[in-house]
């Protein structure tokens, strides 16, 4: 059974970069599409982005210009870095699965998530 | 960017009830609509994909239906583990936005 653990520091300062990282296991990475999705405390969810065991991305484009997801098969991991912090981007921070559905002139659409970590809490302060 | 808004934003209800939450789509998304349920501090869970499929291992008293615009989730008879928030979200766009959630609590 394909489980997925998020892990990363649960503290970062202002204006650095949050990393996190997301292992498969019970499973192999490929062929499927690996999503970063967001949760502020008391709030609502948010896709950051996702990618493709290929290395392929799509960033969520309030987000684009901040967000790097990167795949590592080798280790059956993937991983979120989010730049420039700030007090906005505290959050439960989730990794999921998916697989792929519709394709459009814009790309690949992801299906629904089918398979989600338990989350992980990221406070951002100094 | 496809907005998805549901209603009502919270309920309460008993056990045994029949429950039903109505998500919209700011434009057509045809059948691409999957509703996902959330308990405190826990993972959302997918129940219904493709509008009306129940993913492995749900339960049959919930089900799903709509297309378009106008979605229902139905949970035919409560049970005291159902009470949650559940959530919609489009996979019709690459932005798959999520609808704002609805607490379903005990009366």
């Known amino acids: 059974q394909v489980q997925l653990q998020e892990s990363g520091p649960g503290l970062v300062k202002p204006s650095e970069t949050l990393s996190l990282t997301c292992t498969v296991s019970?499973?192999?990475?490929?062929?499927?599409?690996w999503s970063w999705i967001r949760q502020p405390p008391g709030k609502g969810l948010e896709w950051i982005g996702y990618i493709y065991y290929s290395g392929s991305t799509n960033y969520n484009p309030s987000l684009k210009s901040r967000v790097t997801i990167s795949v590592d098969t080798s280790k059956n991991q993937f991983s979120l870095k989010l730049s420039s912090v700030t007090a906005a981007d505290t959050a439960v921070y989730y990794c999921?699965?998916?697989?792929?559905?519709?394709?459009?002139?814009?790309?690949?659409?992801?299906?629904?998530?089918?398979?989600w970590g338990q989350g992980t809490m990221v406070t951002v302060s100094s | 960017d496809i907005q998805m808004t549901q209603s009502p934003s919270s309920l309460s209800a008993s056990v045994g009830d029949r429950v039903t939450i109505t998500c919209r789509a700011s434009q057509s998304i045809s059948s691409y609509l999957n509703w996902y349920q959330q308990k405190p501090g826990k993972a959302p869970k997918l129940l219904i994909y493709a509008a009306s499929s129940l993913q492995s291992g749900v339960p049959s008293r919930f089900s799903g239906s709509g297309s378009g615009t106008d979605f229902t989730l139905t949970i035919s008879s409560l049970q005291p583990e159902d009470f949650a928030t559940y959530y919609c979200q489009q996979s019709y766009s690459t932005l798959g936005t999520f609808g704002p959630g609805t607490k379903v609590d005990i009366k």
């Open positions: 019970g499973g192999s990475i490929s062929s499927y599409y």
């Open positions: 999921a699965r998916s697989e792929r559905g519709r394709i459009t002139i814009f790309g690949v659409v992801i299906g629904a998530f089918d398979i």
